[in-house]
């Protein structure tokens, strides 16, 4: 899977606090974030796949 291996590298470990009020926000940004570092998806497309797996069940990301 494309995100879990952007996740995994360790040059791409992001930690950036700022302005992160909800969970909702967190994948905001995070998406933002994979995006850049993506030859081929886009922002937008990765917040909704992160979205949808979390409707799924609990990543551990915010509350």
């Known amino acids: 899977?494309?995100?879990?291996s952007l996740l995994v590298n360790a040059s791409h470990?992001?930690?950036d606090q700022q302005n992160?009020?909800?969970k909702k926000r967190l994948i905001e940004k995070?998406?933002?974030y994979l995006?850049?570092?993506s030859q081929n998806?886009?922002?937008?497309?990765?917040?909704h796949a992160l979205?949808?797996?979390e409707?799924?069940?609990s990543t551990g990301l915010g509350k």
């Open 1 to 4: 899977m494309l995100i879990a």
């Open 13 to 15: 470990i992001y930690c």
């Open 20 to 22: 992160i009020t909800s």
């Open 30 to 32: 995070l998406s933002h």
């Open 35 to 37: 995006a850049e570092h």
């Open 41 to 47: 998806l886009s922002a937008s497309r990765i917040y």
């Open 51 to 53: 979205l949808e797996r």
């Open 55 to 57: 409707r799924l069940g």
